[in-house]
């Protein structure tokens, strides 16, 4: 970089005499965005529900608001989708730091949803027994205390319950909807922590199991924040590379289609390196936030300590969203880089999907088995994202949303299923469930089918979309992989209904515990879904192409 | 001098942070090197911007350190909840959950 | 449009198999007859298709076609040729039989809970396999076709894991342990095979933009879709995978005796009966009409392997001490003889493998059951257990032998008709396939009448001496199957004459015709 | 008339199918309605017999078309009958013979609670029988052949509760079955080169010329050969004999109607029918030929050493099938006297069985011929009748079996040539041996003094004569071993009777008739003489000698069974074991062991996740190198 040009920075400052003021006041669209603002909103309003309701009726609040909000959060995004925002009306919302276009209401709409059913496991209080009079919820009375304390046996007593999940919850969900739509590499930086920071913080909250519980949350914390660290680089490089942070920018310069070539940027600008290193990191930063091998490793383990709804919301939702921002990542920033990062992300869809798949078979742990399951299903859904198609974007929603609900759906029965020491995951403990309650099993049974991809189930459209698209996008050898690993897999959801089925119940065998209407309605939707996802995908899947498009 | 060099710094140090990940057991440690990591990224922003000579890396820089706040705000909360559980702090004393 | 007969034939049992479901604990008597009133009143609608059919008419009848999937390029599409609708009324005319076989193998005997309701199950999932099966045959949709073809594998799993023998000489544990280990190798074997068929379908998609049969076949026939010989072939290997594990082709086999083995001997007949032969069937309305070229290109290897299966299955039932494992062994070998008839391409040898895989149905159904009855009287499967029974239940012993009689395809029975027709058919073509297909009637003769000498004749053994002869919903379940047997082996022109066209059909799809007899072609 | 072809099958098949649905209560009538059915359709027979006679000789084909049995494509398989002299002579031995061993029966079987049953099953084989004769193509022809098999499993193995019997059945069918796989074979080959296995179009009827003469050499000669394979199966010819001695396990009338009157002679019809096929591959008609003197000589061997009256019997039985099958094997030369030994042999053989049949009935159903002695006096009639069977069998001069058996030797000299003399000597021979083991039977039986003793449980058993129901059938029978020959041989009749449908040639005979007859009588003098020195003049021994070596092979049946035994029965069991074996291991094992790795991998894999955040984060650290590292390399190269 020559002097002269940096001089001419101060220069021209200096020569300016007019005043800053120019710079002419941001334009926000407030209508467009109200989606992620009304949650924010609600969010803020839980945190003074927290300070100002009194404690007995702080739950109900807490759950009224986040309710509500989600609910008219997506009521908006109905509306957005109908107003032709996702179609011909897309377009960059907020100075260019949103994009408003298919896929962004698309996944936020799902977010939403999986966000109401993930409110309800949170307010579930039937399932533990109740302390000293008070119905509990799975969250500690008092995260603060220690386990076993004194001081968290006084908070029992006092019937205290953690309610800041709600607002926790609505923040985590805000920062999901910003992210998959967040059109530059800034706001997906913010959109990742601000989702990222309240799941952490809902994974240390269990009310049994509490070590468990904090040692997930310290995982997953500190992978998360050093995962968010080399994205964090990686944006820095692609910002040295490109000069901007804006998606369509650094897209020109990528392309070579960049207009005015300021002289001062041209000592960095196209150097490919930082291009290549920041394109990996970040992406390593999205791959871990979905799990891929070989960032996987916190996805076990935090899901088997986390709270079981946590869990569910967590599987379904952080999904949902990374996919989101790595398929505009990828299409809308990188296309012109197809050749370069295609290749690699083939090696981590096919590690993903076998490595998921065959870790799978020997575990032990109904949750942990969960874990590497969503393992496994991440690789089939990065086999349509490779496809760099329309279709691949639209098979890929049409599996984020059926995936979604099957997990949340997947998790609630889990809660169900208890014994004294709280849920029941073992797998030894399931063995004969469908004899002691076939009704749970079956549904059990039928999210297991889902997951392996049996026909019917919206698991195999979705596996079926994923798969299409990718062999019309010529990784036909993906397609073989996935074929395979999902044969592995089979063969462990096969295992769970096996000692549902046909295994003797254990007479000190867990119950099933029966659940209030909120978790009812959650597993009920997932079920539904399931099956109507299955045999008449059509409708969704006209949703999904059309949202399949994004806009630059 | 050479802004270029600020670069060099900025990598050297986020290596640095990323090694210390890697090899201290202290949680807070650990916690303190992805910070350092994170520094070395808001250096990369500074000294790019300044090479570049728009103002934006700047901007991000604080939006950075922002977020760095809440993460300390967040991370030390869960760190010193199981440290008063366990007395320790130590990352390789949380390994219950495995395999 | 007309009344949409052929998704009503489906739709009924599905229907009465939710219905089936529903019945609540305490009756599960109605919940029997409910579903028997279901496959008889499903009987009656595949009696009007075949009624309705017209062997002279279209290719595809009573076609009936809806949009479904587009996205997917899928159609809802039934329509039934000849080779389909024989096959639907089979399907049909074995599930009362079967469901009546079975009316007390599901009376709940373990402790559940009050709302556990086995009986219920096992008919409602027996109409659920039926419906699938059905629907899978008239299916002219190869999309439609896949999902029913695999979901068919789930109720199959569940009732041959769910219901075994009501004694089993190991006791109950290891016999729980050795269904599960069957049901889950059932459907691993037919899920992997399934799966592989999945990537085929897919590559079909891409290949061809459509999963309609007729329009690929036509498309296919007048040029304006060509698809690289290699591509053909992959293609091909892919379906043929998944019909050849279902069949079972040696050496894809070795589910089928489990699977027989541990289930229950009306499960089992559902199995090797009706379910294999949505495979065989798939063979030649999908791998023939699909990739013909491929077809001709693979037949000499999967002519060996079907002279494999013949000979091999053979001589495994003979080495075979438990009575369903030997039937199964048989129909390894049976199977074979079909699989044979399909790929010689020569119109005796697929009317023959068609015409087969009816009777086959009929005649192990019939062998199937009897000796289900027979087992379910001493509570072992061990054919060293029995001995002398016909000197105590001469009936069930008489029904025993004309079921191995069929099984060994003695002239006079049905499946006599159609193993020489597959014979003839294979040895025009491959005179030496033929020759040693034809040892498999001695191997067969052999292990049908050592089978019926070591438990029928002999000394009275002191556990057989009390046994009782065939009750009447037994001999109702067996005579009309036996009837039909020696209708159909005296006169089996009825079917031949709606399968024919069908065939000739496949016969010009693959450009293949009959080979002319040596004299002639010398004048 | 020629409809009623048809009912010659219905009635019998009709009569079983009552008999084995009828249940119980058919249990005290059973016989009657079994033996009725058996007579109505000899009436039928009768009938036909006379309408044919009164036609001319040409016009004596009837043929009967019921239905379009199989057709698919060009393959075209008719259920019809067709009715000419050769069908005629069998069906009237048939029925015949059959309705007289249903009477005999009626008292065999007295004591039989499962009577009904085997007046079924006899029925049954009737039924299958006069179908195999009356076919008018070679796949219905199949059903009547593989019908009788069952039929005759069935009666074989009728005393189901004895395991030999059972065996017998058994193996009876599977040695058949191995006939049976030659018969289908050889319709395969006819369907392939003619297009056609109808009688009709195939081997031509009056008229018109058949196109069996039109294929190659080759191809004849393989259908004749597995026509050949079809034949000894059926009619227990080297090598397929095995089965016959077993088979008398059955009841005796069992042995009489089946395994030596009818269903044993089906080979001998088989290629008699199919005479323009062979007369078109002269090596498969002197393989016919060969197997025929091979089988004469073993049966009469093995005859020679059987103390089991039965087991003597059914030796006899083999050699003089071995007679038939050889002239049958010369040709034109042959045919009709094959036929008509037949014939002759059916009256006196089943004569025999049914005599043996009445002694056994009045020993407590004892076999061993030592154990007889001196029972004329006993059983007058049975003796007379035996007797005159005897007199036949031996080809005592005048008795049927002289002209028959006469007529095959001549035959079998003027086929001429080296093989001619061959045939030729080994037939005289034949009737040389026969003479023998005959003797020796009648001897042990009738003559000397009684040799029985109180079996096991201590009943002495007390000879007595047989029911009328039993005697009378042996004494018509009796008639036809001793009138038949003359009646067939005066003026021809016989000759001209067969000629049209099966043809006829005098050979070039090297010898004259008189020298061959003359011969015959000196050998038979020869054989019968040995016979009374060994066991007229000496008395029997209870216990059987040791005997010479050659002697022990024949009671062995020359061994041939224990090859079987050893060859295919141990072979077959290692094999089945072993495929068994491989079965579970191999086959299995590869699909298990598939699994078993990928198992172990993930065991191996799942001990990555140790629960040390450190490590997780290197893995992290580690990918995210090599994504770099092969995005930039990716660019690089």
């Not at chain 1, 904090?214 to 968010?228: H, P, R």
């Not at chain 1, 890929?396 to 609900?405: D, I, K, W």
């Not at chain 1, 209407?517 to 008449?536: C, D, E, K, R, Y």
């Amino acid at each position: 970089m020559s002097a002269s040009a940096v001089h001419s920075l101060w220069t021209t400052a200096a020569t300016a005499a007019e005043p800053i003021s120019k710079i002419n006041a941001p334009k926000i669209e407030y209508g467009q965005l109200s989606p992620t603002l009304i949650v924010i909103g609600a969010a803020v309003i839980g945190v003074l529900v927290e300070a100002f309701v009194p404690r007995k009726s702080r739950y109900y609040a807490q759950v009224f608001v986040a309710v509500v909000a989600l609910a008219a959060a997506f009521a908006a995004v109905v509306a957005l989708a109908a107003g032709g925002y996702g179609t011909t009306k897309a377009h960059i919302a907020a100075m260019g730091a949103i994009a408003v276009d298919g896929p962004s209401l698309f996944l936020q709409g799902t977010i939403l949803l999986a966000g109401i059913l993930g409110v309800f496991t949170f307010a579930e209080r039937r399932l533990d027994p109740e302390a000293h009079g008070n119905r509990v919820d799975s969250f500690a009375a008092q995260a603060a205390s220690v386990p076993g304390s004194d001081s968290e046996k006084a908070a029992v007593k006092a019937g205290f319950t953690t309610t800041e999940v709600f607002p926790l919850l609505l923040f985590a969900i805000s920062g999901m909807l910003v992210f998959p739509s967040a059109n530059d590499l800034l706001t997906l930086f913010i959109a990742l922590e601000v989702f990222s920071l309240p799941l952490y913080l809902l994974c240390a909250v269990a009310r049994r199991k509490r070590l468990m519980s904090q040692e997930a949350a310290v995982k997953y914390f500190l992978l998360g924040a050093f995962a968010s660290a080399f994205t964090l680089f990686g944006i820095a490089l692609l910002y040295g590379y490109a000069g901007s942070v804006s998606y369509a920018t650094i897209a020109h310069v990528v392309d070579g289609t960049v207009t005015n070539v300021d002289p001062a940027l041209a000592g960095t600008m196209g150097n490919d390196v930082l291009l290549l290193i920041g394109m990996a990191l970040i992406v390593m930063g999205l791959l871990f936030k979905v799990g891929a091998v070989p960032f996987h490793m916190w996805t076990p383990d935090v899901y088997q300590g986390a709270p079981t709804p946590v869990t569910g919301f967590m599987a379904a939702a952080t999904k949902v969203a990374a996919f989101g921002a790595l398929l505009r990542l990828l299409y809308v920033v990188l296309p012109g880089l197809r050749w370069d990062w295609r290749p690699v992300m083939w090696a981590v869809a096919i590690v993903t999907m076998l490595g998921g798949a065959i870790v799978a078979i020997t575990q032990t742990d109904i949750k942990r088995l969960l874990a590497y399951s969503s393992i496994a299903h991440a690789g089939f859904i990065l086999a349509g994202v490779i496809a760099t198609s329309p279709d691949g974007v639209s098979s890929v929603l049409f599996y984020l949303a059926a995936y979604s609900f099957v997990t949340i759906g997947a998790f609630a029965v889990v809660t169900l299923v208890r014994d004294a020491g709280g849920e029941a995951t073992h797998l030894s403990k399931w063995a004969g469930l469908g004899r002691r309650s076939p009704l749970v099993a079956a549904v059990f049974a039928v999210f297991l089918l889902s997951f392996a991809g049996i026909p019917l189930t919206s698991g195999f459209a979705g596996k079926f979309a994923v798969f299409k698209a990718a062999a019309e996008g010529g990784a036909g050898v993906l397609v073989v992989v996935g074929v395979l690993s999902s044969a592995i897999a089979a063969f462990f959801y096969i295992r769970v209904i096996v000692l549902m089925f046909f295994s003797e119940p254990k007479p000190e065998g867990p119950t099933v515990a029966v659940p209030s209407p909120l978790t009812t309605t959650a597993i009920a939707v997932g079920v539904a879904v399931t099956l109507v996802l299955g045999v008449a995908p059509q409708y969704f899947l006209n949703l999904a192409s059309q949202a399949g498009v994004f806009v630059r | 001098m050479n802004p270029v060099n600020y670069l060099y710094l900025a990598a050297l140090l986020f290596t640095i942070g990323a090694t210390g990940v890697l090899i201290r057991r202290n949680a807070i440690v650990v916690f303190m090197c992805i910070e350092l990591m994170l520094n070395a990224c808001n250096l990369t922003f500074v000294a790019f911007s300044r090479m570049h000579g728009n103002l934006d890396g700047q901007i991000i820089a604080f939006f950075t350190m922002v977020v760095a706040a809440a993460e300390v705000v967040v991370g030390l909360a869960i760190i010193v909840s199981l440290f008063r559980s366990r007395h320790s702090a130590s990352v390789d004393d949380a390994s219950l959950m495995k395999l | 449009m007309s009344f949409p007969l052929l998704t009503a034939t489906a739709a009924l049992p599905a229907l009465g198999a939710i219905a089936t479901a529903a019945v609540p604990a305490a009756q599960r008597v109605a919940a029997k007859w409910l579903a028997l009133l279901v496959s008889l009143g499903t009987l009656v609608l595949a009696a009007v298709t075949l009624v309705r059919f017209d062997p002279g008419g279209d290719r595809y009848q009573l076609t009936e076609s809806h949009a479904w999937i587009p996205d997917f390029g899928v159609s809802y599409q039934l329509g039934v040729d000849g080779i389909g609708v024989a096959l639907v009324a089979l399907t049909a005319l074995l599930m009362p039989f079967v469901i009546l076989a079975g009316w007390h193998d599901a009376d709940p005997h373990e402790t559940g809970s009050r709302r556990w309701r086995p009986t219920q199950g096992f008919f409602a999932l027996i109409l659920a396999v039926e419906a699938m099966v059905i629907i899978s045959f008239e299916a002219t949709d190869v999309f439609l076709f896949y999902i029913f073809f695999e979901a068919m594998l789930i109720p199959m799993y569940f009732l041959i894991g769910g219901f075994g023998d009501r004694a089993h000489e190991h006791g109950d544990a290891v016999a729980a342990t050795q269904r599960s280990y069957a049901a889950v190798k059932f459907l691993l074997y037919n899920l992997v095979g399934g799966l592989i068929m999945l990537a085929a379908v897919i590559g079909l998609y891409v290949v061809a933009g459509s999963f309609s049969l007729q329009e690929i076949v036509q498309a296919r026939a007048n040029g304006s879709l060509h698809m690289a010989t290699s591509t053909e072939r992959w293609l091909f290997l892919g379906f043929f995978f998944a019909f050849a594990v279902k069949a079972p082709l040696w050496p894809l086999h070795t589910w089928l005796p489990n699977a027989m083995g541990e289930a229950t001997a009306p499960v089992a007949v559902l199995i090797t009966a009706v379910v294999d032969k949505v495979g065989t069937f798939a063979m030649l309305r999908f791998c023939l009409q699909l990739f013909p070229e491929a077809s001709k290109w693979a037949t000499p290897v999967i002519l060996v392997l079907a002279l494999i299966s013949i000979i091999y299955g053979a001589l495994l039932a003979v080495g075979q001490r438990d009575i369903k494992r030997l039937v199964a062994y048989a129909s390894i070998s049976h199977f074979g003889f079909i699989i044979l008839g399909i790929f010689a391409m020569t119109s005796q040898g697929q009317s023959g493998a068609t015409l087969y895989m009816v009777n086959h149905g009929i005649s192990t159904a019939a062998l199937m059951l009897v000796a289900g009855f027979l087992i379910s009287r001493r509570g072992s499967r061990l054919i060293a257990d029995y001995g002398g029974v016909q000197k105590v239940a001469p009936v069930l012993a008489g029904t025993f032998l004309i079921g191995g009689l069929a099984t060994l395809s003695l002239p006079g029975l049905a499946p006599f008709v159609s193993e020489f027709l597959v014979l003839v058919g294979a040895f025009e073509r491959y005179p030496a396939v033929g020759v040693v297909a034809t040892f498999g009637i001695v191997l067969a003769a052999l292990y049908t009448l050592v089978l019926y000498q070591r438990t029928m004749t002999g000394p009275v053994k002191a556990e057989v001496a009390e046994m009782p002869d065939l009750r009447v919903r037994e001999l109702l379940v067996v005579a009309p199957l036996i009837a039909l047997l020696i209708f159909l082996g005296v006169y089996p022109k009825p079917v031949t004459d709606i399968v024919n066209p069908a065939v000739k059909q496949t016969m010009s799809d693959v450009h293949k015709t009959d080979p002319q007899p040596a004299v002639e072609a010398a004048k | 008339m020629e409809n009623l072809i048809a009912l010659l099958v219905a009635a019998p098949l009709l009569g079983a199918v009552v008999l084995l649905c009828g249940g119980r209560r058919l249990d005290a009538v059973g016989q009657w309605i079994g033996t009725a059915f058996a007579a109505t359709s000899f009436v039928i027979a009768a009938v036909l017999f006379a309408d044919m006679l009164g036609k001319g000789p040409e016009d004596r084909t009837f043929t009967q078309h019921l239905y379009s049995w199989i057709a698919v494509g060009d393959f075209r398989a008719d259920v019809g009958f067709q009715l000419d002299q050769l069908s005629m002579t069998f069906v009237l031995l048939i029925t015949g013979v059959g309705s007289l061993i249903h009477l005999y029966s009626v008292g065999y079987m007295e004591h039989d609670e499962r009577r009904r049953r085997f007046f079924g099953y006899l029925n049954l084989f009737l039924a299958a029988m006069l179908l195999l004769v009356l076919a008018d193509n070679y796949l219905l022809l199949y059903v009547g052949w593989e019908g009788v098999g069952l039929a005759s499993y069935l009666l074989i193995g009728f005393w189901q509760h004895k395991p030999s019997a059972a065996t017998a059945a058994k193996k009876a069918f599977l040695v058949n079955r191995v006939g049976d796989m030659g018969l289908s074979i050889a319709i395969m080959l006819m369907f392939t080169t003619f297009g056609t296995f109808a009688f009709g179009p195939l081997l031509g009827s009056e008229g018109h010329q058949g196109v069996a003469g039109d294929a190659t050499q080759g191809k004849l000669t393989a259908i004749a050969l597995m026509l050949l394979l079809a034949a000894c199966g059926k009619s227990a010819q080297v090598p397929l004999q095995s089965w016959l001695g077993d088979a008398m396990e059955g009841p005796t009338p069992v042995s009489a109607l089946i395994h030596a009157a009818t269903m044993v002679t089906a080979g001998v019809y088989l290629i008699v029918r199919s005479a323009a096929v062979f007369n078109a591959a002269p090596d498969a008609q002197l393989v016919v030929t060969v197997v025929g003197g091979v089988t004469l000589l073993f049966g009469a061997i093995v005859g020679c050493a059987k103390d089991d009256i039965k087991k003597a019997l059914a030796g006899s039985t083999m050699s003089q099938i071995g007679y038939m099958v050889l002239a049958a094997g010369l040709g034109p030369i042959g045919y009709v006297w094959a036929i008509m030994h037949l014939v002759t042999h059916g009256f006196f053989k089943a004569g025999l069985f049914l005599g043996a049949g009445s002694v056994m009935h009045g020993m407590n159903d004892e076999v061993d011929m030592r154990k007889f002695g001196g029972l004329r006096k006993y059983m007058p009639i049975t003796f007379v009748t035996f007797g005159l069977g005897y007199l036949a069998i031996i080809g005592f001069p005048g008795l049927s079996g002289f002209f028959s058996k006469d007529k095959i030797i001549e035959a079998a000299f003027a086929k001429g040539g080296t093989e001619g003399w061959i045939l030729g000597s080994v037939a005289l021979l034949g009737a040389a041996i026969t003479a023998y083991y005959m003797t020796r039977v009648m001897i042990m039986t009738f003559f000397g003094e009684k040799r029985w003793q109180p079996d096991a449980d201590g009943h002495e058993p007390h000879p007595h004569e047989s029911p009328r129901s039993m005697t009378i059938p042996m004494i018509v029978l009796a008639f036809g071993s001793v009138f038949a020959g003359a009646y067939f041989s005066i003026g021809d009749r016989f000759l001209h009777w067969l000629e049209p449908v099966t043809g006829h040639s005098e050979g070039d005979s090297p010898v004259s008739a008189l020298t061959v007859t003359l011969a015959t009588m000196v050998l038979l003098v020869v054989g019968a003489g040995i016979a009374y020195l060994q066991y007229g003049r000496s008395s029997v021994p209870v216990v059987a000698p040791r005997g010479s070596l050659l002697t022990r092979a024949a009671r062995r049946d020359l061994y041939q069974d224990d090859f079987n035994h050893v060859v295919l029965v141990r072979g077959g069991e290692h094999l089945t074991r072993s495929l068994v074996y491989v079965d579970h291991t191999l086959v299995d094992g590869v699909v298990n062991g598939t699994a078993a790795s990928v198992g172990g991998l993930s065991g191996r894999l799942r001990k990555l996740q140790n629960g040390y955040v450190r490590s997780y984060a290197v893995s992290m650290f580690g990918g995210a190198a090599i994504i770099v590292a092969a995005t930039l390399l990716m660019r690089a190269v």
